[in-house]
């Protein structure tokens, strides 16, 4: 994590946004060399692009890739299927998709919301391990945040009308709410539309506003 720091703040791109550039994985590189604890590599990056990775960049590079290969096996996508088990094309993403965060913004959280010790994060921390302790928290303020309005519910459940009021979600949802119900609600139509194809009564290619 140390090294996904320096590199950040070095390149002023996130770590997400890595992908398979030679450029960027030598600075990442670099950046692995300087924050081993075990390393005294205090040398520029420019020294070092003339001198050390003039003659091993390539022996680097393979090493690297190999790795970052065996790591995207237990790596889950965002639909929380494996890397190799993912069937979503490029058209389908987002927009967004393309404006990554920095992963060295994840530190503090690690730190003060997942109370994991400064030096594990930086130096010892699986890459891996971060989407899961990053979840847990997530987790957690939203465990807080829908148990502080089920005691709000509670509280004011006696002086409004309890028809119009019936659960705590009627307070106001969550943006997290919202999501599950409009992907149940796209996952029901999808069904249904792949049945109406099944039937005859619409072809492949035809929206089913048009019925």
């Not at 950040?8 to 081993?36: G, P």
């Not at 490029?90 to 919301?113: A, C, G």
């Not at 949802?173 to 039937?199: H, P, T």
Request: aromatic share 10%; glycine share 0%.
């Amino acid at each position: 994590m140390r090294a996904i720091q320096l590199y950040e703040n070095m390149t002023n791109t996130s770590f997400l946004d890595l992908e398979n550039n030679q450029d960027k994985i030598v600075h990442l590189l670099y950046c692995v060399l300087v924050a081993h604890p075990e390393n005294d590599f205090h040398i520029t990056f420019e020294t070092a692009c003339n001198t050390f990775f003039q003659k091993n960049v390539e022996t680097l590079l393979s090493e690297f890739m190999s790795e970052m290969s065996f790591i995207e096996q237990f790596t889950l996508k965002d639909d929380g299927t494996k890397d190799d088990e993912s069937t979503d094309s490029d058209e389908n993403s987002s927009p967004n998709d393309s404006k990554k965060m920095f992963l060295s913004s994840l530190i503090p959280i690690l730190v003060t919301d997942c109370h994991l010790d400064i030096e594990y994060v930086l130096d010892k921390m699986p890459y891996n391990d971060i989407e899961m302790y990053i979840n847990y928290s997530v987790s957690k303020k939203r465990e807080a945040m829908e148990e502080q309005r089920f005691w709000t519910y509670l509280s004011i459940l006696p002086h409004v009308d309890s028809k119009k009021l019936k659960n705590p979600s009627d307070l106001f949802e969550f943006s997290w709410e919202k999501n599950k119900k409009k992907e149940e609600a796209e996952k029901k139509m999808a069904i249904d539309r792949q049945r109406l194809i099944e039937l005859g009564i619409i072809k492949p290619n035809e929206p089913i506003t048009k019925l």
